[in-house]
């Protein structure tokens, strides 16, 4: 039986039925015009199973909420997770690139998921929607840290990849520029694991340490305050502190759920300028940051950190694509090439022309 309130209060659209005796839906998140794998229960030996099968509760409300395992296979506008920056590695602009175009070609053909079968026989699922633009995600019925990378490795070594490759080696020649921003350990400094602890222990809740993310901070516009929304915004804390100040960092969360939103670090905002981080999908979740800013006073500032659509460019003032922070007023999303293009430029320090 299908729990419609369920879909009212969470705002999701129903999509597919997967499993009606354990409520396992295919649904559109409204919200943020995403597609997710869910189930929604009421009965404590259902949640745990498929805890074990690697799904996240996402909250309880009359039910509980889990979301399906994910893995993301690409993402064009960022290059942390890709392994083609990693040291010694050359040509990573052009081949996470050609991993995004062969991803997209195979997924429109139908083939990803001939290649996906291959290695996987649980349930699955492409997940559409607007703000996944940049990005392929894969929603899976059974978590499997390994599947990723047997998935890559037959793409990188299809015939359609090596074309590709191929052609932009031809258009932009194999030398390219170094990455400017990269990944190592956080820094566990006694401020930052407070600020950690008061987190955890406040929203009851666990995760893994993110990596930190450094070198951006060069790029970093001149404001008052940097505010940013846990937890994946932590891994940018300390590149940011280190440039102005753990006391300028703000903390604000806002993912938890509609009735958990509050401040973890707060200052008076009256007349001060208010940059706010976040890794950004649909735009959404910094757009109601920014009014809270609005309400203390403060005069927001939207930061997109790789973002996944035009939505998320087009909601802020300022995006982070690859690694270089850029005004939003410089990208023309009147073009359809608008993301291509962007590329180009930011990696390339060329126009990209899609009649060659």
Not at 113 to 132: A, P, R
Not at 209 to 219: A, H, S
Not at 308 to 313: E, I, L, P, Y
């Amino acid at each position: 039986m299908i729990n419609q309130d369920f879909l009212r209060i969470t705002e999701k659209r129903l999509i597919k039925v997967v499993d009606e005796k354990n409520s396992v839906l295919l649904t559109l998140d409204v919200l943020h015009q995403r597609e997710e794998l869910t189930c929604c229960t009421d009965e404590l030996f259902i949640a745990k199973k498929f805890i074990n099968l690697g799904w996240l509760k996402k909250r309880v409300l009359s039910k509980i909420i889990l979301l399906s395992p994910e893995i993301q296979l690409v993402d064009l506008s960022n290059p942390i997770k890709s392994d083609y920056f990693s040291k010694n590695k050359k040509e990573g602009f052009k081949k996470l690139l050609a991993l995004f175009l062969t991803i997209k070609y195979f997924e429109s053909s139908g083939e990803l998921n001939k290649i996906i079968n291959n290695f996987y026989k649980e349930t699955f699922f492409v997940l559409g929607g607007d703000t996944l633009e940049l990005e392929v995600r894969v929603a899976l019925f059974k978590k499997d840290d390994s599947l990723r990378k047997k998935i890559i490795k037959n793409i990188e070594n299809s015939k359609k990849y090596k074309e590709i490759l191929e052609d932009l080696r031809y258009r932009l020649g194999e030398k390219e520029r170094k990455l400017d921003i990269f990944c190592k350990p956080i820094k566990k400094t006694n401020k930052f694991e407070q600020i950690i602890d008061l987190y955890k222990s406040t929203m009851d809740k666990d995760f893994d340490f993110p990596d930190n993310v450094y070198g951006f901070g060069k790029f970093l516009p001149e404001a008052d305050y940097y505010l940013i929304i846990p937890h994946s915004g932590f891994k940018f804390i300390d590149e940011i502190s280190q440039k102005i100040g753990i006391d300028r960092v703000l903390i604000y969360e806002k993912h938890f759920s509609k009735d958990g939103d509050f401040w973890v670090i707060k200052r008076n905002l009256n007349k001060k300028n208010v940059f706010i981080f976040d890794v950004s999908y649909s735009g959404k979740t910094m757009s109601w940051v920014a009014d809270i800013v609005k309400e203390e006073g403060g005069n927001p500032f939207k930061i997109a950190v790789w973002p996944k659509s035009w939505m998320a460019v087009n909601g802020a003032e300022y995006i982070m694509f690859l690694d270089r922070i850029i005004n939003r007023e410089n990208i023309n999303l009147g073009d359809k090439n608008w993301a291509l293009n962007l590329y180009y430029k930011i990696a390339f320090n060329k126009k990209y022309d899609n009649q060659q």
